[in-house]
């Protein structure tokens, strides 16, 4: 069984930085796509972040330019690092991991990231 676990989240004034980390476990890591999901209160869960098996990289239009998606296959880690927070980025982030061939799918329980003044 594949386990995600984030770290992370917090607090954050606007215009400021968090480093958000997702660490999995029970799987050939290397073999998975990962990404990141948001959700907001009120709002769907949306794309932010993926990184492939290959190390190929998409964002969201609203985080390009500001949050850098980056994988360890080695530390079994994906890091989503956030600058130039803005409040509407506060959401529950969470990390996903799929099998490249789509025959399985994982979701870390998330982390909150408020950012306020």
């Known amino acids: 069984q594949v386990q995600l676990v984030e770290s992370g989240g917090g607090l954050v004034q606007p215009g400021g930085s968090l480093n958000l980390s997702c660490t999995a476990s029970g799987t050939i890591f290397k073999l998975y796509n990962m990404a990141w999901y948001r959700q907001a209160p009120g709002k769907q869960r949306e794309l932010v972040a993926a990184?492939?098996?290959?190390?190929?990289?998409n964002y969201a239009d609203s985080v390009k330019g500001r949050f850098t998606i980056s994988r360890d296959n080695a530390k079994n880690t994906v890091y989503l690092r956030m600058d130039s927070l803005k409040p509407e980025d506060t959401a529950v982030y969470y990390c996903h991991a799929a099998l490249v061939d789509s025959t399985f799918n994982s979701w870390g329980r998330g982390t909150q990231v408020t950012v306020s003044s």
């Open positions: 990184i492939t098996s290959g190390g190929i990289r």
